[in-house]
């Protein structure tokens, strides 16, 4: 490995090393600032905690949203077999770094003709966005967006499904078990099977996972004082381009409420999908071409900060970073150091292709 190569991982490690779970990222955000403060024109972590780097002074405005926050768990971190294992190495710090690393090697003429900004975003992990959402609000719309989310280096990730949260909640007078009624926790899985048989419906004729919906128990609990007895419980849906949030709303919220059932919805993402063929899906092309493999396309279930910002940056946006998503939030997280440094260079090449170089 080249001394070059060394130091991008040096720093990838490092910035591994720094626990930064959705909440508690500031220590991560503030050690960013101060290592990119030596190569970027300008570095400030702003009001919600997002640590924001910027290169260039061009006419094309390029925008990098990653996260810095990660899922909860401790991993050791360690390089074992040439990967480095640890939280948030795939999901998604090797992301970051790798824009970080690539932005401080492009060249002048480069960042005269691109601006280019890395966004360090807080809280992405957690159901409210906070950093995407603040950066929406805050930095003008740019002309291209890559998200940094594992794709895998020799591939992007043009969408992903929506999002929606629904909370079920029963309570009821207790009554003796050798009675007919049903108890609260029976009318929340009644519910749950209800529910479960409408997302079911969605989306069957294509054969396609991204087309349809969702649907998950994610917790369950119930309760009594003698009185009264309680239940809720938690479902996760992921939507597809063809079932707004509202949408599922209107159809979800009569099925509970007329079971006796309360409801509350949160968490409403639309799903989004990119051109395929954009100014920034050729050049990732171009770019990962140019490393000798054959480029992949492809969308994903899950949601991520693209969903938020799609909405108000509604250019030509997808997501890109190197790792195997399938290892996010999983105990067994790493990432190949070679895939690292092959996403720095695709990641180079993309600005040279965009400044026209």
Same mark, same amino acid.
């Given at each position: 490995?080249?001394?070059?190569?060394?130091e991008?991982?040096?720093?990838?490690?490092?910035? #591994? =090393?720094?626990?930064? %779970? $959705?909440? +508690?990222? !500031? @220590?991560? /955000?503030?050690y960013?600032?101060?290592?990119? *403060?030596?190569?970027?024109?300008?570095?400030?972590?702003?009001?919600?905690?997002?640590?924001?780097?910027?290169?260039?002074?061009?006419?094309?405005?390029?925008?990098?949203?990653?996260?810095?926050?990660?899922?909860?768990?401790?991993?050791?971190?360690?390089?074992?077999?040439?990967?480095?294992?640890?939280?948030?190495?795939?999901?998604?710090?090797?992301a970051?770094?790798?824009?970080?690393?690539?932005?401080?090697?492009?060249?002048?003429?480069?960042?005269?003709?691109?601006?280019?900004?890395?966004?360090?975003? #807080? =809280?992405?992990?957690? %159901? $409210?966005? +906070?950093? !995407? @959402?603040? /950066?929406?609000?805050?930095y003008?719309?740019p *002309?291209?967006?890559?998200?940094?989310?594992?794709?895998?280096?020799?591939?992007?990730?043009?969408?992903?499904?929506?999002?929606?949260?629904?909370?079920?909640?029963?309570?009821?007078?207790?009554?003796?078990s050798?009675?007919?009624?049903?108890?609260?926790?029976?009318?929340?899985?009644?519910?749950w099977?209800i529910?479960?048989?409408w997302?079911?419906k969605?989306?069957?004729?294509?054969?396609?996972?991204?087309?349809?919906?969702?649907?998950?128990?994610?917790?369950?609990?119930?309760?009594?004082?003698?009185?009264?007895?309680?239940?809720?419980?938690?479902v996760?849906?992921?939507?597809?381009?063809?079932?707004?949030?509202?949408?599922?709303?209107?159809?979800?919220?009569?099925?509970?409420?007329?079971?006796?059932?309360s409801?509350?919805?949160?968490?409403?993402?639309?799903?989004?999908?990119?051109?395929?063929?954009?100014?920034?899906?050729?050049?990732f092309?171009?770019?990962?071409?140019?490393?000798?493999?054959?480029?992949?396309?492809k969308?994903?279930?899950?949601?991520?900060?693209m969903?938020?910002?799609a909405?108000?940056?509604?250019?030509?946006?997808?997501?890109?970073?190197?790792?195997?998503?399938?290892?996010?939030?999983?105990?067994?997280?790493?990432?190949?150091?070679?895939?690292?440094?092959?996403?720095v260079?695709?990641?180079?090449?993309?600005m040279?292709?965009?400044?026209?170089?």
């Amino acid at each position: 490995m080249s001394p070059e190569g060394l130091e991008a991982v040096d720093f990838l490690r490092r910035v #591994v =090393e720094i626990p930064s %779970p $959705s909440g +508690r990222e !500031a @220590r991560l /955000a503030r050690y960013l600032a101060e290592q990119l *403060d030596r190569y970027a024109d300008e570095v400030f972590v702003d009001e919600v905690g997002n640590a924001v780097a910027r290169w260039g002074r061009g006419p094309l405005n390029v925008t990098f949203l990653g996260h810095i926050d990660t899922a909860p768990g401790a991993i050791p971190v360690r390089l074992y077999q040439n990967s480095l294992y640890g939280r948030g190495s795939v999901d998604a710090k090797g992301a970051l770094c790798a824009a970080i690393v690539a932005m401080s090697r492009l060249q002048a003429e480069v960042l005269e003709r691109l601006t280019v900004t890395v966004i360090g975003a #807080v =809280e992405e992990e957690a %159901p $409210s966005s +906070r950093g !995407a @959402r603040y /950066a929406i609000e805050t930095y003008g719309k740019p *002309d291209l967006v890559i998200i940094g989310e594992p794709s895998g280096w020799d591939a992007v990730t043009l969408g992903y499904k929506g999002r929606l949260v629904l909370t079920l909640e029963q309570r009821k007078q207790n009554f003796h078990s050798a009675g007919n009624d049903t108890t609260a926790a029976e009318d929340i899985v009644s519910a749950w099977e209800i529910v479960r048989a409408w997302a079911e419906k969605v989306g069957v004729e294509s054969g396609r996972v991204f087309d349809r919906i969702q649907a998950s128990l994610q917790d369950i609990c119930s309760q009594s004082d003698g009185l009264y007895q309680s239940a809720k419980a938690t479902v996760g849906f992921r939507l597809p381009l063809t079932v707004p949030p509202h949408d599922a709303i209107e159809q979800l919220r009569p099925l509970v409420v007329e079971r006796g059932l309360s409801c509350r919805f949160s968490g409403g993402e639309a799903a989004y999908k990119g051109d395929r063929d954009s100014r920034l899906a050729r050049a990732f092309r171009v770019a990962i071409r140019q490393s000798g493999v054959s480029p992949r396309q492809k969308v994903k279930t899950g949601t991520s900060d693209m969903n938020v910002v799609a909405p108000v940056w509604d250019g030509p946006m997808l997501a890109y970073g190197p790792g195997d998503s399938s290892l996010d939030h999983t105990p067994d997280e790493h990432l190949p150091v070679e895939d690292y440094l092959k996403s720095v260079s695709v990641l180079v090449g993309v600005m040279n292709t965009l400044a026209g170089i």
